[in-house]
């Protein structure tokens, strides 16, 4: 495997692959400029060593709109028509295949937008975000009895966020609207009463 290396050359250079089977709609190459914009020109397109594009056509293009005049690029050399051929399936097909740990993206999606960042940059719609950051239907209220099936969660909590967490789920625990009485499902309950007063808060 030879050492990669980022050359800048003239976008003009560049030669599209006529066969490219992974289309950009103008809504995608805006969102890419619009990541150019604030984090740079981070992912050197690839190409052969007759400047032919094998993976960055569509940042090519939001770079032309930009009126970037030289782009990094990266040469694959020594591939074969055939391997070339494929990894320009490839290359997008195997990112696609990623998923998404939905409890930890929430929650990175939450921290940024407490940060006032803007969310439209992540590369999701209106109806992803709102899919991602509204938690839809009703939380249930467990009678005494109530065991299984369940789930231990663990959280890591601040030394000086403890006693605060502890006193709000004691309170929670007592609330009539929740839970007649302590019931084996006490924590459960309150757990879930402290999340819908935030949730309930978090859309006011």
């Not at 066969?19 to 050197?44: A, L, W």
């Not at 302590?182 to 808060?201: H, M, P, R, V, Y």
Request: proline share 3%; glycine share 6%; net charge negative.
């Amino acid at each position: 495997m030879s050492e990669l290396k980022i050359e800048y050359i003239s976008a003009t250079d560049l030669v599209p692959y006529e066969n490219n089977s992974r289309t950009h709609s103008q809504q995608q190459v805006d969102q890419i400029k619009r990541s150019m914009t604030e984090f740079g020109f981070t992912n050197p397109i690839l190409i052969d060593e007759h400047n032919s594009i094998i993976a960055g056509h569509g940042r090519l293009q939001a770079a032309q709109e930009l009126g970037i005049k030289l782009v990094p690029t990266i040469t694959l050399k020594g591939l074969t028509k055939a391997q070339r051929k494929a990894y320009v399936i490839a290359d997008n097909k195997l990112a696609l295949n990623a998923g998404w740990d939905l409890d930890v993206l929430r929650l990175e999606i939450d921290l940024l937008g407490s940060m006032d960042f803007d969310l439209d940059l992540l590369g999701f719609d209106f109806k992803e975000l709102s899919t991602l950051t509204d938690i839809d239907g009703e939380f249930p209220e467990l009678i005494d009895g109530d065991k299984e099936p369940f789930q231990k969660k663990t959280f890591t909590l601040h030394d000086e966020q403890v006693s605060l967490i502890d006193d709000a789920v004691l309170k929670a625990r007592s609330n009539p609207l929740i839970d007649e009485g302590i019931n084996d499902n006490s924590n459960g309950n309150a757990l879930t009463f402290i999340c819908k007063q935030w949730l309930e808060n978090a859309k006011r």
